[in-house]
């Protein structure tokens, strides 16, 4: 299965790292695998990301799962 190629993104001050990694884990969520952060020039710095690349069966039983309507105890759908 091939790899997600890793994003980055350049020239983030060092107050901004923080909210740069909120922003990728609102985006992706569990599907982070890892941040490197690395220090560029004058404070700024690089914030890398890898994304992990999920198995297409369990990709397609997701989207099943989603598509079918929960049923409650009772028998009804919601």
Do not use: C
């Amino acid at each position: 299965m091939p790899r997600r190629p890793t994003e980055h993104d350049g020239n983030v001050p060092l107050w901004l790292i923080p909210a740069v990694i909120l922003q990728w884990i609102k985006r992706v969520g569990e599907d982070l695998e890892w941040v490197r952060i690395r220090r560029t020039a004058h404070h700024y710095y690089t914030v890398s990301v890898r994304i992990r690349s999920v198995k297409r069966e369990f990709s397609q039983r997701a989207a099943a799962a989603i598509a079918r309507p929960a049923v409650l105890p009772g028998g009804n759908a919601v």
